[in-house]
C-alpha cells in the first residue's frame, strides 16, 4: 500500500511564477491535508479538504494560494506569483473517511519550494 | 483553542543518554495525541500515538503516556543513539469532530555526541 505521494519533491521557481505541488492520498483515504513548514520552524496547518469540498482553509493566506481536491485525480495546492517567503516546504497528509477521533494521519514526503 | 506546547530545544545529549522531551496541550474533549518524528531533508513519519487517557504509545523503544491529570504526553527513551539526531514534533487531534485538523507543537531539535 503506497504511502502519501507528493510531487515535485524539489522546485524552484523565480519570483512572478506560479507553483503547483501535488498530493496523492494513501488508498482508501478521503481527507486531505496542506502544512507548510518554513526553514528552522515547525508546521503551520494551511488547508483541509475532502473530495471536491473545502472543508477548512482556515491557515490559507488569503491571495495567491489556492487549493483543490478534484473527483478525479491528486490535490493540488497552487501558489501563483510567488516571492521568496514562499520557500519552504509543504506538507500533504491524508486520513481515512471516519467519525473516529483515533485515525491517524500520514504525511508525504514533503516538496521543498525554492523561489529564486 | 486547541494547542500543543513543547521543551524547546535544541536538546544535546551524548549516546546512551535517557531522554525526556516534555509535551503539555490544551484541547476540548479527547484528542488523540501523537509524537512525530523528521530526520534532516525528509517528511515527518510518524513515531507513536495515544487515543485516550492511560494509553501508552511506544515504538523504537520511544514510549509516551497519555496522561489527563497533567494533560501531558511527555516522550521518553532509556538509552539514546546518534541516529535518533532529528526534529520530535508532539502533536493532537481534536476528538470533537471529524472535520479536525491535526496541531502541531513547534518542535524539538535532539543532537546526539557519540
Known amino acids: 500500500n503506497a504511502g502519501v505521494m507528493q510531487n515535485p519533491r524539489h522546485l524552484v521557481r523565480r519570483r512572478g511564477q506560479e507553483a503547483r505541488l501535488r498530493c496523492s492520498p494513501m488508498k482508501g483515504h478521503s481527507h486531505v491535508y496542506w502544512y507548510r513548514q518554513l526553514p528552522e520552524e515547525g508546521l503551520k496547518f494551511m488547508v483541509y479538504l475532502q473530495k471536491e469540498n473545502i472543508i477548512d482553509e482556515s491557515g490559507m493566506p488569503k491571495e495567491r494560494f489556492s487549493a483543490e481536491f478534484p473527483k478525479e485525480g491528486p490535490s493540488i495546492l497552487r501558489i501563483q506569483q510567488v516571492v521568496r517567503g514562499d520557500s519552504a516546504a509543504y506538507f500533504c497528509?491524508?486520513?481515512?473517511?471516519?467519525?473516529?477521533?483515533?485515525?491517524?494521519?500520514?504525511f508525504g514526503e514533503g516538496s521543498w519550494l525554492t523561489v529564486v | 483553542g486547541d494547542s500543543v506546547t513543547q521543551m524547546e530545544g535544541p536538546v544535546t545529549l551524548s549516546e546512551e543518554a535517557f531522554l525526556t522531551i516534555n509535551c503539555t496541550y490544551t484541547?476540548?474533549?479527547?484528542?488523540?495525541l501523537f509524537w512525530y518524528v523528521q530526520y534532516p531533508g525528509e517528511g515527518l513519519q510518524l513515531l507513536l500515538k495515544?487515543?485516550?487517557?492511560?494509553d501508552k504509545g511506544s515504538n523504537k523503544g520511544f514510549e509516551a503516556t497519555y496522561r489527563k491529570e497533567t494533560t501531558s504526553f511527555h516522550l521518553e527513551k532509556g538509552s539514546v543513539q546518534v541516529s535518533d539526531s532529528a526534529v520530535y514534533f508532539c502533536?493532537?487531534?481534536?476528538?470533537?469532530?471529524?472535520?479536525?485538523?491535526?496541531?502541531f507543537g513547534s518542535g524539538t531539535r535532539l543532537s546526539i555526541r557519540p
Open positions: 495515544a487515543t485516550k487517557a492511560d
Open positions: 497528509a491524508s486520513s481515512p473517511p471516519s467519525q473516529y477521533s483515533g485515525n491517524t494521519i500520514y
Open positions: 502533536a493532537l487531534l481534536p476528538g470533537y469532530s471529524s472535520a479536525s485538523k491535526i496541531i
Open positions: 484541547a476540548t474533549g479527547y484528542p488523540s
